[in-house]
């Protein structure tokens, strides 16, 4: 296909059925690649998100093409959604292109339990769990920190968690980059940052963080999902949160001293929120090694809250360790960058990929994967709203081709916050839920309405567009049970 469309100057060319190209004109760099369908295209090319993938075409250094993934919606500078990868000799690193929340990421674990063991329990459990889970703006968990130990947790991540007996040994092979980025140097993360992080790890956080109770509704690939341990009514236990405050706080420090720094040296800009410094300037080295603290603190976080979890479920239902049978399945992270290698035009090159709510897909056999996942490709975790479902899938090589071995993060939004009130408005989304056999707590007054199902697009629309494409498959689908929120 070569239809073309147009949004004001802007030209679209739709290369396939899931694939859709703006040439490279005017201060771009490189084209721009929108992976969606035709029908969520057409809201696409009349949001802020579309202008956004042309700015990030224009930063210097940017190799192949400025992409998006079918759940782009607007963010900060990059479009969450987005995708680029940066030459790491010469090309820029962007706090807008990891955005505010690093490595909020997504973590599953499976269990022995099938859904006949919990479905007459569900109220107590979520109860139990809301409880137990610190969760909403500011709160704080039951891990108390001096200053000198939130720096062994910023270098040290997941390893930092399971060394004071919150999980085990496996579960680092388990995560993405074995939870810990090594860069990581504390003495570049401000004091301030440093405070924000004392209270807050093993907690939630607000907005579009949760912990869910799911079940195994459909198994789609039976020989990856047998390897990656799950059958059809399985229990599981999903956890989505990030660097809490610190991780703000990293972001709001650089960007602002980023936006300086522009100004200083004179770049030009296409928009003020994509203000970046040469990788490998020092200040492009500070934030990538500030950030990568930030990643080790969220992987640290989820380890916490998905052992405290673990526990509270055994004692809701009366059950040994060897009874529930939980471990982890894979901790994936978004809002992340990472020097990488990736073919580029026949030629292996060292490059700094932004994923900015967009998640790996590494294929099968790739080295960055522990023994389990070699013949089955990464594990990928893709949330959607309370009230619909979720899907794990497995990376694929044509992502390494095409996407820099990356695909989408989540559902994307379709309604800001204040729209989704609006929306809301008269409506008792908790009542709706618990009618179809969601079980939902949570903290804050608007959080309900900020995050009601149709505030978001179709999770199940979004995935068909990257299975279609084949940059990640489909194995299994979940729907939720019970859903903490913050």
């Known amino acids: ?53 042309v700015n990030v075409a224009m930063l210097p250094g940017i190799v192949s093409a400025s992409l998006a993934m079918p759940d782009i919606h607007w963010g900060y500078g990059f479009p969450i959604g987005g995708v680029a990868a940066f030459d790491w000799e010469e090309g820029i690193i962007s706090p807008g292109g990891v955005g505010y929340d690093i490595n909020c990421g997504v973590r599953l674990a499976t269990s022995s ?22 969760a909403g703006v500011g709160s704080t968990g039951v891990v108390k920190l001096t200053k000198k130990e939130v720096k062994k947790v910023l270098c040290q991540g997941s390893s930092w968690a399971v060394s004071r007996g919150f999980g085990e040994d496996a579960d680092i092979r388990r995560t993405e980059d074995q939870g810990c980025m090594t860069n990581a140097d504390p003495e570049v993360v401000s004091e301030r940052a440093v405070e924000r992080g004392l209270k807050q790890l093993g907690t939630l956080g607000s907005g579009n963080h949760f912990l869910e109770i799911g079940i195994v509704d459909k198994i789609y690939q039976k020989e990856i999902a047998k390897q990656f341990g799950l059958f059809e009514g399985q229990v599981t236990l999903m956890i989505h949160s990030g660097s809490r405050g610190l991780g703000y706080q990293v ?91 990736h073919t580029i035009d026949g030629k292996k090159k060292q490059v700094c990929v932004h994923r900015k709510g967009a998640t790996r897909s590494f294929p099968p056999g790739h080295p960055s994967l522990s023994s389990e996942f070699q013949s089955t490709g990464q594990p990928i975790l893709i949330p959607g709203d309370m009230g619909t479902a979720s899907y794990i899938l497995s990376g694929a090589e044509k992502a390494m081709e095409e996407t820099f071995g990356s695909t989408c993060h989540g559902a994307g939004r379709v309604m800001s916050r204040n729209a989704a009130k609006k929306a809301s408005k008269g409506r008792a989304i908790h009542k709706e839920l618990e009618k179809k056999g969601i079980f939902v707590r949570w903290t804050g007054r608007s959080t309900m309405a900020e995050e009601m199902p149709d505030a978001y697009k ?9 299975h279609t494409a084949g940059i990640s498959k489909i194995v299994a689908k979940l729907r939720p049970v019970v859903v903490i929120k913050g």
């Open 251 to 341: 972001c709001d420090d650089f960007l602002g001293y980023m936006v300086r720094h522009s100004r200083k040296h004179g770049y030009d800009l296409p928009d003020r929120q994509l203000s970046y410094a040469m990788i490998q300037s020092s200040q492009g080295k500070n934030y990538f090694n500030a950030m990568a603290c930030a990643a080790n603190y969220a992987w640290a976080n989820r380890q916490i809250l998905m052992h405290r979890a673990k526990e509270i479920l055994m004692r809701s239902l009366g059950i040994s360790p060897r009874d529930l049978g939980m471990q982890l399945l894979y901790d994936v992270c978004h809002n992340i960058a990472k020097k990488e290698e």
């Open 1 to 53: 296909m070569n239809d073309k469309l147009r949004d004001e100057q802007m030209e679209i060319i739709q290369k396939n059925q899931c694939l859709w190209e703006i040439p490279k004109a005017g201060n771009m760099n490189v084209p721009g690649r929108i992976y969606t369908s035709s029908s969520m295209m057409r809201s696409i090319t009349r949001e802020e998100a579309f202008k956004q993938v």
């Open 113 to 134: 339990l099938a859904e006949k063991d919990i479905k007459n329990r569900l109220a107590n459990i979520a109860d139990a769990l809301f409880q137990g889970t610190p």
């Open 458 to 466: 179709d999770i199940s629309e979004v995935v068909e567009v990257v």
